[in-house]
């Protein structure tokens, strides 16, 4: 029996070549859509999953709690993880990673090697976690002191081969062994690594990082005993924490624990974190949408051709009726066809999704692979899309057509082809889904316009930034600064320690603030960066009153300047000239105000400007940590020369430089591939609706054929035959778009809310996307339109 349906169903899409193109080419889109949106959201949610312990892996972030909004820190002391291993039963054991500086610089074969991915841990790390060796043994791999474990692509990117059991690097620390080859860190990690060493710091150091309850420059993961409740041992883990930190230390901070599945989405607010990608849990939602919208939009599609189709099968299922067959063998003939043809879209859908996989990876930044070799792992998706679709689309036409009586069929009744309010309802629903995409499409990227063409208060174009990897250079700055200055092509060069768009870690000073009177009255923190005299004109930075650093290092190091969010915060007028108290590692010291910097937006435009303090390159506070070059010339000319300029200066690390303009985008670029995925989006959806209403012009016109032919006869013009045709789609898309404005609005207005400097969701981009919309479709109909329009009544009213 089965074997019939099939072949009926082969036969009914072959004499029905174009139903069967369109219906084929929308589900083929749809499913190759969905199934790279989905791919990418299962990847996003299996984040760190893959360690077989991972649901009993938690991390202590420290919650600095003495500031008016709390501050939370990936970090803790080493010493709290231990402490806690040692005593508290809960916890079966601990690993923690910790570094000093953020490279390490190592030589191989008489060249210099800088590397930013890497860690010390200590030697429960593969009782914690899962990775994979390849060579190596994990019981003894990091027991070893001076040694390494290294990745496989780092090995053969280094060496030429993974085969480097023995092989040494020289460190700065002494020669360390490499005892391990690790497969490389899979990307769904929140943490990336590709060398991780053992103890490699002088003894000194060590102990204070393993001892000191004040430093917290490691981060540990605790792994619970099965069956432990995680908020009892939070409170326990905080008693202990109460008991052994200082006092002061124990008022201003608190310990809580995050599950490791828990970082990926949730780990935006924490700072001196080491996870490496962290996401919105928004993005999975909205893509997961998207990819059900084509899903629905390709789905109706197939409905609302085969219910208007249903008008030339009538006889086939009268007959079929009139001859035994049972309405539940129909409806599994035409559930047959609809998955007959959802199959032949899902086997197109492959070769579509090979070909746009790679701009996918380009677009998402990871590294899916799709092939005939990796196609079993898609599969699931794969089929229950497919599945999906054939039945969603497949199950009303089924249930409709077979709902014909046999007599009124065959005495040659009129039968409607599905009821034209239900289907009207499908196109709406089609085009609302649609016009969201399309209005969200053009708010995302109107936002995204805004935040590159906004005015961020200094002038970010052409400026080479090179990092001091080397404590040696600091010494010899301004020698190795006036070098850079010669080079030709280089208009000025600055230096300091934190620069405007920072894409790192910003530190902070305390500020202690005093009444007249000179009794304390409040303290608080604020970022902190350090400027040479040159960083003002570098940056192109405006004051607002005052002036900048005049060049004496001794008269400079007692100055600073304010931003006019800290005048704001500190409550003082007339600043220039005041003096305020700064707590610095090295203890507390006044300092003088001597100008105020107009706002600039040090940090991404998802925070609001806050307050800053700016002192001098040698003010205590910090060190330098950045040349800065603004460039007019052949940058790569300019970088081949600056790279000469620093091997005089620095044999031990290579040259490390980023264009700040370039780094300012990695702050957006959660944004920029939601923006490409909702143009896409929203493309695709469209080109599925505009089959779909193609196909349903066409089978109108077909239907109305002998009906249009005798309007023309009696003297309609081919105008108003054509707007007879197109009016009732129009006015469908209009209905949508209506439907689709608020739904749209709030989508965006919760997505707009992340940013503190945002566009105004003005009536511009829902004009231009319902118009946009509506021309597209009214060009969709036109060509049968206008084609029925001019055709000669002869042929249709031949037959009567």
């Known amino acids: 029996m089965f074997k019939n349906y099939f072949k009926i169903a082969l036969r009914t899409l072959v004499k029905n070549k174009g139903y069967a193109f369109i219906n084929i080419l929308g589900l083929a889109i749809g499913i190759a859509g969905a199934t790279l949106l989905l791919t990418f959201v299962k990847d996003e949610v299996s984040f760190d999953k893959f360690h077989t312990k991972s649901e009993r892996i938690v991390r202590p ?120 080859v690790m497969e490389d860190i899979p990307d769904n990690s929140h943490f990336f690594a590709d060398l991780l060493f053992t103890e490699l710091l002088p003894a000194q150091f060590m102990e204070r990082i393993q001892n000191s309850w004040t430093d917290f420059n490691s981060t540990s993961y605790l792994l619970l005993r099965p069956g432990t409740k995680v908020e009892d041992f939070e409170a326990k883990a905080q008693a202990v924490a109460l008991e ?15 599950a490791l599945e828990d970082i990926h989405f949730n780990s935006a607010h924490i700072e001196s974190d080491i996870a490496r990608f962290k996401s919105d849990k928004t993005y999975s939602t909205v893509f997961i949408f998207i990819a059900v919208f084509l899903v629905l939009i390709a789905a109706v599609n197939y409905m609302n051709l085969a219910t208007s189709k249903a008008v030339f099968r009538a006889k086939e299922i009268g007959i079929r009726k009139v001859v035994g067959a049972v309405r539940k063998q129909l409806i599994f003939q035409f559930l047959t066809e609809s998955l007959i043809i959802a199959f032949v879209a899902l086997l197109i859908s492959i070769g579509l999704t090979d070909l746009t996989m790679p701009f996918f990876n380009d677009l998402t930044g990871r590294n899916y692979e799709f092939s005939w070799a990796t196609l079993l792992t898609y599969s699931d998706t794969l089929l229950l899309i497919t599945l999906a679709i054939g039945l969603l689309s497949g199950i009303y036409p089924a249930l409709f057509m077979t709902n014909f009586k046999p007599v009124a069929v065959l005495k040659g009744e009129q039968v409607k082809g599905g009821s034209f309010n239900v289907r009207k309802a499908l196109v709406v629903f089609q085009f609302v889904l649609s016009t969201v995409l399309m209005i969200s499409t053009f708010v995302v990227s109107n936002q995204m316009s805004y935040i590159k063409e906004r005015n961020l208060g200094f002038d970010k174009e052409n400026l080479l930034v090179i990092d001091i990897n080397n404590g040696d250079v600091r010494p010899v700055f301004k020698t190795m600064k006036n070098e850079f200055a010669q080079i030709p092509g ?27 009177a000179g009794a304390p009255t409040d303290s608080t923190e604020v970022y902190y960066m350090s400027f040479d005299p040159t960083m003002l004109s570098t940056f192109g930075l405006s004051l607002a009153e005052g002036e ?20 704001k915060e500190f409550g003082l007028e007339n600043p220039v000239g005041k003096q305020i108290e700064l707590q610095v590692s090295e203890g507390k010291g006044k300092y003088t105000v001597i100008g105020v910097f107009e706002d600039f937006n040090f940090q991404s435009l998802h925070a609001e400007i806050e307050p800053l303090i700016v002192g001098a390159w040698n003010n205590r506070a910090s060190v ?72 349903l012009a066409s089978f109108t016109v077909e239907r109305r054929v002998k009906e249009l032919g005798i309007r023309k006869v009696l003297g309609a013009s081919e105008w108003r035959l054509f707007y007879m045709l197109s009016s009732s789609f129009s ?55 206008i084609k029925a329009a001019n055709s000669n009544p002869v042929n249709s009213l031949r037959s009567e």
């Open 490 to 516: 280089v208009e000025s060069v600055a230096v300091a320690s934190r620069i405007p768009g920072e894409w790192k870690n910003i530190s902070r000073v305390g500020v202690n603030m005093y009444n007249s």
């Open 548 to 567: 900048f650093f005049g060049g004496n290092d001794a008269s400079d190091s007692t100055k600073i300047l304010l931003n006019q969010a800290a005048v």
């Open 624 to 695: 330098i940590d950045y040349f800065i070059l603004k460039v007019n010339g052949n940058t790569s000319e300019v970088i081949e020369q600056a790279r000469a300029v620093h091997a005089k200066f620095d044999r031990r690390t290579v040259m490390e430089y980023h264009f700040l303009d370039t780094m300012l985008e990695t702050y957006y670029e959660s944004e920029q591939q939601a923006s490409v995925i909702f143009k896409v989006g929203a493309g695709l959806s469209i080109f599925i609706a505009c089959l779909g209403l193609f196909g």
């Open 244 to 258: 052994r930190m200082p006092e002061n230390f124990a008022q201003m901070v608190r310990f809580e624990m995050q």
């Open 731 to 785: 006015k469908q898309v209009l209905v949508a778009f209506i439907m689709a404005c608020p739904i749209a609005y709030y989508v965006m207005q919760s997505w707009l809310a992340n940013f503190q400097y945002r566009v105004g969701l003005g009536v511009g981009a829902f004009a231009i996307a319902g118009l946009a919309t509506l021309l597209i479709a009214i060009i969709t109909v036109s060509y049968r339109s």
């Open 61 to 180: 972030l420290t919650i600095q709690t003495n500031l008016e909004e709390p501050r939370y820190y990936g970090s803790n002391p080493m010493i709290y993880a231990t402490t806690l291993a040692e005593e508290v039963p809960e916890v079966e054991t601990q690993v923690t990673f910790y570094r000093y500086g953020g490279q390490i610089n190592f030589t191989l074969n008489g060249e210099n090697y800088t590397e930013r991915d890497f860690y010390f841990v200590t030697e429960d790390f593969f009782k914690v976690f899962d990775f994979k060796l390849l060579k190596g043994d994990k019981e003894t791999a990091i027991s070893e002191p001076k040694s390494v474990m290294i990745s496989q692509s780092k090995a053969i990117g280094l060496f030429g081969t993974d085969d480097v059991i023995g092989e040494t690097l020289e460190t700065q620390g002494g020669n360390v062994k490499i005892t391990a």
